[in-house]
């Protein structure tokens, strides 16, 4: 992702819904981002899959890629607290601004400072592992940072859902993953280059937990089932 055209994104005043993503190789249509609530606007409402923070009850939670803290503001009115990193500068300080404990760090280099109670790979931030064959790994940096009885929230695209014809249809190279995908955002007229993403199907998901010793114990659904969240244990035996 470009960091600098998301920072661009948050610091100017844009037109409602003209901060989106594009998917490439499909006909799907931009979908728009959520600018206007990660900026604190008057009257802007949650992303679809906001309530997957109930499975958060109580501990201390690790966001990654957080943007400018609201899922951790949301779970701080709760009770709950926890500490985000994120990439983009202009988020990180929003985020501080509004009371919520943020750092600036890349979540392949990153290392807390203590363990955690809970992961959020939340806003379909699961993507970020980029291809499937780099998920265990992925999963695997993640539970390293949990305590004993921690968990992931993990959240996700389910690509076999999506319409007949609109996504991805083309010839895969041989072990290809339909759900390695590229993607792009667009501010205004201007678009971003394009950058690696993962939607990861549920049934591959847990294949790749239980190569790291864990499993799904839940999982939510939106959108007829193509966005969804699972949360992440370690399984009996690891």
């Keep these: 992702m470009d960091v600098t055209f998301f920072e661009e994104a948050l610091r100017r005043e844009v037109r409602p819904g003209s901060f989106t993503v594009e998917i490439g190789d499909s006909a799907l249509p931009v979908a728009p981002q959520p600018l206007e609530w990660w900026k604190r606007e008057p009257g802007a409402k949650p992303p679809v899959g906001s309530d997957v923070l ?19 503001e949301i779970l701080a009115r709760r ?39 809970a992961v959020l790979a939340v806003g379909g931030n ?16 993640l539970s390293s940072w949990l305590s004993e009885t921690g968990r992931i929230v993990f959240t996700s695209t389910d690509w076999r859902k999506l319409p007949p014809g609109t996504f991805n249809d083309g010839e895969l190279p041989e072990g290809g993953y339909r759900g390695d995908i590229r993607m ?14 993962l939607f990861a199907d549920p049934e591959a998901l847990e294949k790749a ?28 035996s690891a």
Excluded: N
């Excluded at 985000?84 to 600036?104: D, F, K, N, Q």
């Design 126 to 141: 699961g993507g970020m592992a980029a291809r499937l064959a780099a998920l265990p790994e992925f999963l695997r940096r």
């Design 54 to 72: 109930d499975w958060v009850q109580d501990g201390y939670v690790l966001d990654i890629g957080c943007a400018t803290g609201r899922d951790l």
């Design 184 to 197: 792009r955002l667009w501010l205004e007229d201007v678009a971003g280059p394009w950058f690696p993403w």
């Design 209 to 236: 937990c239980s190569d790291v010793g864990l499993r799904i114990a839940d999982r939510k659904e939106w959108q007829g089932g193509i966005a969804y969240a699972a949360l992440l244990e370690r399984a009996a």
């Design 79 to 117: 009770g709950v607290r926890g500490h985000g990193i994120e990439l983009i500068p202009a988020a990180v300080e929003m985020a501080r601004a509004a009371g919520v404990s943020c750092v600036r760090a890349d979540v392949f280099s990153y290392v807390p400072p203590r363990t955690v109670d």
